[in-house]
């Protein structure tokens, strides 16, 4: 009796020490990166081309060179979307919350033409547009007729963006992690980091950074070290797959937009 109670033990025993690895696994973390603010240095936007992986190149259709860059990015093998200039931005693309939706459309048209080749777009600025409902649930509309994602730059608290998109099943995502708003290479670092955490703690994190100088060289520099630190890096489409567009909880509750 003690010899088959002793079996029995070692069996399960062994049953439980085959099964641990599998439920201790890791889950996976992944990131993704955009530069905004490109099309003004053609120089500089090219050290964004020869990142070491599926950088997202955000491109303002009001600078010199935003034509061609779109279509060097495209050849590249990035993903290019529009970085539309929205209230407090300035200029002759830029939404502003007075505009009627007839002239946020002409605008809208002549941006996507300045700027071949999107996938989807992003905020520039818009920290006042972005919380105008009316305003981004025709954008998203639009988006969805145009067959393009929207990323909420989330530039504002108030956003009402991703929400606008949520409500439609737009394919959209939102940023998380702003790498560049201090301009020194080891705030840039911390923010570095800071993504890559949140990525192991909620499965995901999307960042956008700029064609600093800094900020170029942070990324040159630890972009490489990413899958040592557990980390996939995947493009924006990817992402939009990964999150199912489900808000993460620093945008809203249960998956759902505030």
């Known amino acids: 009796m003690l010899l088959r109670a002793l079996c029995v033990l070692l069996c399960c025993l062994a049953g439980f020490a085959q099964a641990e690895p599998a439920s201790s696994s890791p889950h996976k973390a992944y990131l993704t990166l955009i530069i905004d603010d490109l099309g003004q240095n053609l120089p500089r936007d090219r050290r964004v081309l020869a990142l070491p992986g599926p950088v997202t190149a955000a491109i303002m259709p009001d600078t010199p060179h935003a034509t061609e860059f779109a279509r060097e990015a495209h050849r590249a093998g990035k993903i290019v979307i529009l970085h539309m200039p929205m209230d407090p931005a300035t200029g002759p693309y830029a939404w502003h919350p007075e505009l009627p939706i007839e002239e946020l459309q002409k605008r809208l048209n002549a941006a996507f033409e300045k700027v071949p080749f999107t996938a ?8 006042r547009m972005t919380a105008q409902p009316a305003a981004m649930a025709w954008l998203m509309g639009e988006l969805q007729r145009r067959h393009k994602f929207f990323v909420d ?9 991703a929400q606008q998109a949520q409500k439609i099943d737009l394919a959209s995502v939102s940023r998380d992690v702003f790498l560049d708003d201090e301009r020194t290479e080891a705030a840039i670092a911390t923010q570095l980091q800071t993504a890559i955490a949140l990525a192991h703690k909620q499965g995901s994190a999307v960042m956008i950074g700029h064609p600093y100088p800094q900020t ?3 990324l040159e520099r630890e972009l490489p070290r990413l899958k040592a630190q557990g980390i996939d890096w995947i493009d924006i489409r990817q992402m939009i797959s990964v999150r199912s567009n489900r808000a993460m909880a620093g945008h809203g509750k249960d998956g759902v937009y505030r």
């Not at 730059?153 to 963006?161: D, G, I, K, L």
């Open 216 to 218: 170029l060289a942070v």
């Open 153 to 161: 730059s989330r530039t504002s608290a108030q956003t009402v963006a």
């Open 120 to 127: 989807g777009i992003n905020n520039h600025m818009g920290s």
